[in-house]
């Protein structure tokens, strides 16, 4: 043969040997020539069989008849055929064709697997045993067959996917999220995102998806198999393991077996750590209660060993016992380095134990909690009597009575000249700030502190600094510290086996993913509290409660209707937050002793609670109450807002959460009665100023229920209230508007939109040819600056691209004054987010041209700037900050950049911070944008703005003109005015 592509005719005659048959079938997917020639053959012989059958009908005899293979073998000039033959030729070309890839392209024939996730194509999860990895983490990789690559990708592009994920290489991970991009969503295809995330090192993206599949298909083996990876990556052993325990229920061949052994060992490297935690735990009890022998092995190694061996000095009897634990501290102090401990144990060897036994005696029952309220008074009177220095120290943090004697405690700790007490004393001055609301003095004295963790030692004190940090964080609403920094002292808990900061650190990452209404992450940090916790009836009632909380927001009502009735059947009263839970689950699945119960967990939390708790403690049972004594409900509702409202409770959060939440309660009750003029009277007590008259569009959504207010041009007022609502509301808002209401607002020039959170600054809300923005400041505007416009532009910034994320330099901006403007740029390194924040301060116009990120776990949006020492992020917290004396009008030009938060106190964005800061109005988009498309829009906007036109009409009015013209409508809408 000279050449394949001249065996065309043989083969559709089907006159080819087999073998060279099969090499032309080989050949035929990469030749276009010879596609096109086999399909021309077939139309040509399809139409020369129905010439025969036509001219068979017409002639008289048999001699009329043509050989069909002598006609389509002719030269002959083609007419269009009838979409049926069309449709055959395809379907005789497809037969032809090989149904499935000749190579093994998903490398199924080999005896064992690359790849330890499983795939959704059927081709690609035939189970094998795993393939042993490289101990170097090296390996050659598998080839790519190219020839049958080629061919998945016009007949299989879901195998093409599955070929470039077996192989388990993290580069071909990011050409099948490529070509995944361009396909369907499935459950199978949604499965296969995820094995391309954990191939990338993101646990977190793939358990969002695979919690997706099983959402629908709960028994969805691949899916299972890789939420237990996932599971297992983010440091979830138990909940993995369980994972792995329903594949294996599902009887696979070869599937099953893996997973339980897979299970089995996630629980039993779990058991073994908690085992050797217990074993140190039991040491440190017996260094305590008798003369010690040896310790177990490594005992000095684990980091609260320490904090055993300072109890067992305390409690020590008699001189002989005291002398006894210098082993133990040579052996501790040998890991810090220099001799502290020792010189504890010498110094206390030295004491008058006549007077020291009684003391430590008394310090051993108070550890054992045999002390009475009495009791223990007149222990702690008797120490502050005594020179027993070290045993006071401990009985005031075991009796929680520091704050009292603080000053005391900094100078008898500071002059043990020991680490672990200088770290002990700033964790108590710390609480003591928090406790008076000054949080961020707080902070800083525990970032002081944390300077001493630089040697080993003090590692359980250092994390018990860091626990203090995160909680701190959260309070404060800090979700990108509080995260960074938790997960990295989990970590650290978990590589000390530190069991029970481990704990409460892990709860602390489901509170700050709570926060952030990330419900897949929420879901599976508390999966594992609740097995690590199955035997403790406190940590059981701690996940189910916040269980029933997240159940609750995506209105899920039956399922936290049973975690809540799970959490009370511990028998213990429900927490603060469940206790919040309860209100709202109560309202639309009530109990007969739900009342009792809200009233013993409020009861039970009383004497804790900060001043802005109490108050929130008052919106809870006013909330419970409005359902069923509105008159009461109110009432404790108007008196929570008034315990919020006192001095020094401005930037107290939970003042700030009982005030917004009251509101809510009561502008839904006002809704469902009907009470429109006094829904929004509240509306504009809760902001504080007055509302326009006219034109005027507020809006409030609280779980289940929405409240709609409408002013048209005339000024007549209209309501819609429901409360039938069972699905969350989307991010987009379209439709949200009732078309009664939308009526009266079309005939205004333009709306203005009072929106509470968590509607505030959502696109959709009102339609894209009606001229609109949001209402933001809630306090009076500052004075534009006299004198000429300065006219700050940030642009061709000079930013470190993540490697993560796939962004590329943004084209070439050219700035665009006014003739009257002062100008002011920044660029290229210069435009740090510092020097930039410096520079906005007297600015009367900014734009910001840059990479807009939305930060996948804090659900915030920030700009990428230049690098600095304090991080390139231009940050919602950072512009909140800020002071613009100014009072700019600024241009965000960057993707995501009017994001918005879920949050249902106060907008928490970057449009809400800039006008915060001072800004006189700030338009940005909510989705990602083209540079040159979206630079040559805001533009536009801005001179129409420049010219006089108010910036809501101006922005409409541009958006109609490029909407009429074809340009931009994929993103248009998404651009938000916020004034």
Not at 262 to 287: C, D, I, N, S, Y
Request: hydrophobic share 40%.
């Amino acid at each position: 043969m000279d050449s394949l592509c001249d065996n065309v005719e043989l083969f559709v005659d089907g006159e080819l040997a087999p073998e060279h048959a099969e090499a032309f079938r080989q050949h035929l997917p990469d030749c276009a020539r010879c596609q096109r020639e086999v399909t021309e053959l077939l139309q040509l012989k399809l139409l020369a069989h129905r010439h025969a059958e036509n001219a068979e009908e017409r002639a008289p005899a048999p001699l009329s008849r043509v050989p069909p293979v002598a006609f389509w073998k002719r030269s002959v000039v083609l007419v269009p055929a009838a979409l049926a033959a069309a449709l055959l030729v395809l379907v005789a070309v497809r037969f032809l064709l090989p149904s499935k890839p000749r190579q093994d392209v998903w490398l199924a024939q080999r005896t064992e697997r690359l790849l330890e996730a499983r795939l959704g194509h059927p081709g690609a999860d035939v189970y094998r045993p795993p393939a042993p990895k490289m101990m170097g983490g090296t390996g050659n990789p598998e080839e790519l067959p190219l020839e049958a690559m080629a061919w998945l990708e016009r007949e299989d592009p879901h195998g093409l996917v599955a070929a470039y994920l077996v192989r388990d290489d993290k580069g071909l991970a990011d050409q099948a999220l490529r070509k995944l991009e361009k396909l369907e969503h499935s459950p199978e295809l949604d499965n296969d995102r995820a094995v391309a995330l954990l191939l990338k090192g993101q646990p977190k993206e793939a358990l969002r998806l695979v919690d997706g599949v099983l959402e629908t298909h709960p028994r969805h083996p691949q899916a299972l198999w890789n939420r237990g990876l996932a599971l297992r990556e983010l440091g979830l052993p138990l909940l993995a393991a369980r994972a792995f325990t329903e594949v294996a229920a599902l009887k696979e061949p070869g599937w099953s077996d893996e997973a339980a052994r897979k299970a089995e060992a996630l629980q039993r490297a779990v058991f073994e750590r908690r085992t050797r935690w217990m074993a140190t735990r039991e040491a440190g009890r017996a260094l305590r209660e008798a003369t010690p022998g040896v310790p177990p092995r490594g005992f000095g190694e684990v980091p609260i060993s320490r904090l055993f061996f300072y109890d067992a000095v305390r409690s020590a009897p008699d001189r002989e016992r005291v002398l006894a634990l210098l082993p133990v501290a040579r052996e501790l102090d040998a890991r810090e380095g220099g001799d502290v401990l020792e010189r504890y144990v010498q110094r206390s060897a030295e004491a008058d134990f006549s007077r020291r036994a009684p003391l430590a005696r008394q310090y051993s029952e108070l550890i054992d909690k045999r002390l009475s309220s009495e009791e223990r008074e007149r222990f702690l009177a008797a120490l502050l009597q005594s020179r027993e220095d070290d045993i006071l120290l401990g009985a005031l943090i075991q009796m929680g009575a520091t704050a009292r004697h603080l000053e005391l405690y900094e100078a008898k700790a500071a002059a043990t000249g020991d680490r672990w007490f200088q770290l002990l004393a700033a964790q108590e001055r710390a609480r003591a700030e928090s406790a008076a609301g000054r949080w961020t003095q707080a902070t800083r004295t525990l970032l002081a502190a944390r300077g001493l963790c630089t040697a080993r030692g003090v590692e359980y004190r250092c994390l018990c600094i860091d626990r203090e940090l995160s909680n701190l964080y959260i309070l404060r609403r800090m979700v990108d510290a509080a995260r960074t920094h938790t997960e990295r002292s989990w970590k650290a808990a978990r590589e000390n086996n530190e069991w029970e900061l481990e704990n409460d650190l892990l709860w602390n990452l489901s509170q700050i993913a709570r926060v952030v209404n990330d419900a897949a992450l929420t879901r599976a940090y508390l999966g594992e509290y609740l097995e690590r916790g199955r035997e403790d009836p406190d940590m059981r009632r701690r996940a189910h409660q916040d269980l029933a909380s997240i159940a609750f927001r995506e209105l899920r009502v039956d399922e936290a209707r049973r975690e809540i009735d799970s959490a009370l059947a511990t028998g213990l009263p429900l927490l603060y937050s469940g206790a919040y839970s309860l209100t709202d689950i109560s309202r639309l699945k009530s109990e007969p002793g739900d009342e009792a119960h809200l009233n013993q967990a409020l009861e039970a939390a009383g004497p804790a609670l900060s001043a802005g708790e109490r108050a929130v403690a008052t919106h809870m049972r006013g909330r419970f109450y409005i359902e069923r004594d509105a008159a009461k409900g109110r009432a404790l509702l108007q008196r929570a807002i008034e315990e919020a409202s006192a001095p020094g409770l401005e930037e107290d959060p939970g003042a700030r959460r009982a005030r917004a939440y009251s509101y809510t309660s009561l502008l839904h009750d006002a809704g469902r009665r009907g009470a429109f003029p006094e829904a929004l009277e509240l509306f504009a007590r809760e902001r504080g100023m007055e509302l326009p008259g006219k034109c005027l569009l507020a809006v409030t959504a609280d779980s289940e229920r929405t409240l709609l207010l409408a002013r048209g041009a005339s000024g007549e007022l209209l309501g819609h209230f429901d409360e039938s609502r069972r699905q969350p509301l989307p991010q987009r808002l379209d439709g949200f508007v009732p078309e009664k209401l939308l009526a009266a607002l079309r005939t205004c020039p333009r709306v203005e939109v009072l929106a509470r959170p968590p509607l505030h600054g959502r696109a959709g809300l009102l339609p894209p040819e009606m001229a609109w923005s949001y209402l933001t400041r809630t306090s009076p505007s500052h004075a534009p600056r006299v004198g000429p416009s300065v006219h700050l532009v940030v642009y061709d910034v000079e930013a470190e691209l993540p490697t993560e994320a796939s962004l590329k330099r943004l084209n070439a901006w050219t700035p665009v004054f006014g003739s009257e403007e002062q100008r002011v740029t920044l660029s290229g390194a210069e435009a740090t987010p510092s020097r930039v924040l410096s520079a906005m301060r007297d600015a009367t116009e900014i734009d910001l041209v840059a990479h807009g990120i939305v930060d996948g776990y804090s659900n915030t949006s920030y700009l990428l700037l230049a690098p600095e020492q304090d991080g390139p992020e231009l940050s919602v917290p950072r512009v909140r900050s800020a002071s613009l004396r100014g009072a700019p009008f600024v241009v965000l030009v960057a993707c995501h950049a009017a994001h918005t938060a879920y949050t249902f106190e106060t907008p928490f964005s970057l449009p809400a911070s800039f006008i915060e800061a001072g800004a006189r109005g700030v338009l940005a988009a909510t989705v990602e944008i083209p540079d040159l498309e979206a630079g040559a829009f805001f533009n536009a906007v801005r001179e129409r703005i420049r010219s006089g036109t108010a910036p809501a009409l101006a922005l409409r009015d541009e958006r109609v003109q490029w909407l009429r013209a074809g340009r931009g409508a994929t993103w248009l809408d998404s651009v938000l005015l916020f004034e």
